[in-house]
């Protein structure tokens, strides 16, 4: 059931961090924006309503307009799991969501990252 835990943990706890782990790799704020938005479909003024609101991950993607179509090549290793053998949809959605954020603090291109 631990991950019943990580469903309530609010994505606006999380945010600061997703923003502190790319600019210690000289990558933006922005550029993390850019890269939640490409997996969610979320516009910018509903990311930040999502952040102001305090909703936790479960409520973050269930609310997501539109997950990316190509999800699915987003393919790697993150905390230990392969995140395309993931079975539970919403934590696969979180490790999507990780991985995306640690190829980007790794230095990858944006057009790599976004799968283009």
Do not use: H
């Amino acid at each position: 059931m631990k991950n019943d835990r990580v469903y309530k943990i609010l994505f606006s706890s999380v945010y600061p961090l997703y923003i502190q782990k790319a600019e210690k790799k000289g990558r933006t704020k922005e550029e993390v924006d850019i890269v939640i938005k490409w997996l969610t479909g979320y516009s910018d003024e509903q990311l930040k309503a999502q952040i102001e609101k305090k909703a936790d991950f479960e409520t973050f993607f269930a609310e997501a307009p539109k997950l990316n179509p190509n999800v699915s090549k987003i393919t790697g290793v993150i905390c230990g799991y392969r995140v395309e053998e993931i079975e539970d949809p919403l934590m696969q959605k979180i490790r999507y969501l990780d991985k995306l954020i640690d190829e980007l603090a790794k230095g990858k291109k944006m057009e790599k990252i976004l799968r283009e």
